[in-house]
């Protein structure tokens, strides 16, 4: 089974990169490609939807993945400390709004979804599971905006429930449904969004050991 691992920004690469066998491929409209293993392939897209949906599909094809897994940091509207783990069930995108002409809210009409869900996950529940860390489940929001404590996030969270806010992952599953490739998400806790009175991101904290667990997941799935 060949991956295709995509992530946001080149830091979050970077310890992926130690690996012995790890080398760089080619850097393709901007976006770097590395092989991490035989059957791994690794890019840092770049922030936001549009950069995602184009390293996913540049992924695609170039490389012919079977799965992709989307790994990375985000923020938490719920209770949880920075580091903890998150594999994503589902994901919708908070920023599309075409309800003046009567879609629902978050209704992407090109594909007629509103939640994108994540593939296999009983699979990936039970790689986890293998993997032996704590972790949750659940919606992630996607939109080309960095959450924090405003009026905007509380109404993301009464009106749709997400567990986490983010800015790549509802684009990178569009990108797999209509390539029909599979698709799976890691996110590590970065912050949390109702939590502090002062903005506070923690970003090396969260992505201290989410390469460590990426590769274990792997690792299990393959199992």
């Given at each position: 089974?060949?991956?295709?691992?995509?992530?946001?920004?080149?830091?979050?690469?970077?310890?992926?990169?130690?690996?012995?066998?790890?080398?760089?491929?080619?850097?393709?409209?901007?976006?770097?490609f590395?092989?991490?293993?035989?059957?791994?392939?690794?890019?840092?897209?770049?922030?936001?939807?549009?950069?995602?949906?184009?390293?996913?599909?540049?992924?695609?094809?170039?490389?012919?993945?079977?799965?992709?897994?989307?790994?990375?940091?985000?923020g938490c509207?719920?209770?949880?400390g920075?580091?903890?783990?998150?594999?994503?069930?589902?994901?919708?995108?908070?920023?599309?709004?075409?309800?003046?002409?009567?879609?629902?809210?978050c209704f992407?009409?090109?594909?007629?979804?509103?939640?994108?869900?994540?593939?296999?996950?009983?699979?990936?529940k039970?790689?986890?599971?293998?993997?032996?860390?704590?972790?949750?489940t659940?919606?992630?929001?996607?939109?080309?905006?960095?959450?924090?404590?405003?009026?905007?996030?509380?109404?993301?969270?009464?009106?749709?429930?997400?567990?986490?806010?983010?800015?790549?992952?509802?684009?990178?599953?569009?990108?797999?449904?209509?390539?029909?490739?599979?698709?799976?998400?890691?996110?590590?806790?970065?912050?949390?969004l109702?939590?502090?009175?002062?903005?506070?991101?923690?970003?090396?904290?969260?992505?201290?050991?989410?390469?460590?667990?990426?590769?274990?997941?792997?690792?299990?799935?393959?199992?």
């Amino acid at each position: 089974m060949t991956i295709g691992l995509v992530y946001a920004m080149t830091l979050e690469i970077e310890s992926l990169l130690t690996n012995e066998n790890a080398q760089p491929l080619q850097t393709v409209a901007g976006v770097p490609f590395y092989r991490i293993r035989d059957n791994v392939i690794a890019c840092a897209g770049g922030v936001g939807k549009v950069n995602a949906a184009m390293a996913t599909q540049l992924m695609i094809s170039l490389y012919q993945p079977d799965l992709i897994l989307n790994a990375g940091v985000a923020g938490c509207f719920d209770h949880a400390g920075i580091g903890d783990l998150v594999l994503a069930e589902s994901f919708m995108q908070h920023d599309f709004d075409t309800s003046n002409i009567g879609d629902e809210e978050c209704f992407v009409s090109t594909v007629n979804c509103t939640y994108f869900p994540t593939s296999d996950f009983d699979k990936a529940k039970a790689a986890m599971d293998k993997v032996g860390l704590p972790y949750r489940t659940g919606l992630v929001a996607t939109g080309d905006w960095f959450g924090v404590d405003c009026d905007r996030s509380r109404r993301i969270a009464e009106k749709f429930g997400p567990l986490l806010c983010e800015m790549e992952g509802c684009a990178i599953a569009q990108v797999c449904m209509r390539n029909g490739v599979k698709f799976m998400s890691l996110k590590s806790v970065s912050d949390c969004l109702f939590e502090h009175h002062d903005f506070y991101f923690n970003f090396p904290t969260a992505m201290k050991d989410l390469n460590r667990v990426v590769v274990k997941f792997i690792d299990a799935l393959e199992g």
